[in-house]
């Protein structure tokens, strides 16, 4: 297994600092968000000349930051307006659900998934499909933002700890329009706990990492400790290994 330190304080404020400004300046905070990603993958991987997918990455940062550094990479994504959010469809990508992803089993020497899993109504069968892609000894990167997370209401945070239904009205009285995300419809409240001990369970992948995205000490540690990863944790990021298929053995 791989050892990966901690990251660093400031990389971490640096994250924090875009992420803060993600409304007001997307452009920047996905830039920076891909250029870290494709590092964290890369000390797992090389990417120069790997197959990367990237299930459900927008417009393609994530896409283009994996291209840059060698990889042949695609980007699969379902929200039409998300893909086409700059008048243009990026290189090499295509409108479709992470449920059902228009690609042959193991194709993949990486699969990518930056902050979907918690907009999926069963993040389960959407973890199966990312390793079904995925060859044996491939990589699968998977962070999400957690519900009790101070960010898990996303726009409306930190004000969905006090109810969704409450933090989408303030929003809309003090933005004048209606929050992206509803509860239950494009955003579903996923846990850390329920999360690990399904991947866990699971036969076709090997745990290579837990920890927390963003903060910069004892990233694996606080993922750890049961009520406050659930607040702490911020955002939980995966490392998986899929396994060899039993005809492999």
Not at 7 to 29: G, H, K, N, V, W
Not at 47 to 56: N, P, R
Request: hydrophobic share 40%; charged share 25%; glycine share 8%.
């Amino acid at each position: 297994m791989t050892l990966v330190k901690d990251p660093s304080i400031r990389r971490s404020a640096a994250l924090f600092r875009a992420f803060m400004r993600e409304q007001s300046d997307p452009y920047t905070c996905y830039e920076l968000l891909a250029r870290d990603a494709a590092a964290q993958v890369e000390k797992y991987v090389p990417l120069k000349g790997a197959t990367v997918i990237d299930v459900g990455g927008g417009n393609g940062h994530f896409t283009e930051e994996f291209r840059r550094r060698g990889a042949r990479a695609f980007l699969f994504e379902p929200d039409p307006a998300e893909l086409l959010a700059h008048g243009r469809r990026p290189e090499g990508a295509a409108l479709a659900d992470g449920y059902l992803l228009p690609v042959a089993d193991g194709v993949a020497d990486v699969t990518f998934s930056s902050n979907v899993l918690e907009h999926v109504a069963d993040p389960q069968t959407f973890v199966s499909e990312l390793v079904r892609v995925t060859r044996p000894g491939g990589l699968l990167y998977v962070s999400f933002t957690n519900w009790y997370s101070p960010w898990g209401g996303h726009e409306t945070a930190p004000w969905h700890y006090l109810g969704h239904e409450r933090a989408r009205a303030r929003y809309a009285r003090r933005h004048g329009r209606a929050a992206k995300h509803t509860l239950g419809d494009n955003l579903f409240a996923v846990h850390i706990g329920s999360t690990l001990r399904h991947v866990r369970s699971r036969d076709d992948v090997e745990v290579v990492a837990a920890r927390s995205r963003y903060w910069p000490f004892w990233a694996h540690a606080i993922t750890r400790v049961p009520v406050l990863r659930e607040i702490a944790t911020w955002n939980l990021l995966l490392i998986l290994r899929r396994c060899p298929d039993d005809d492999d053995h």
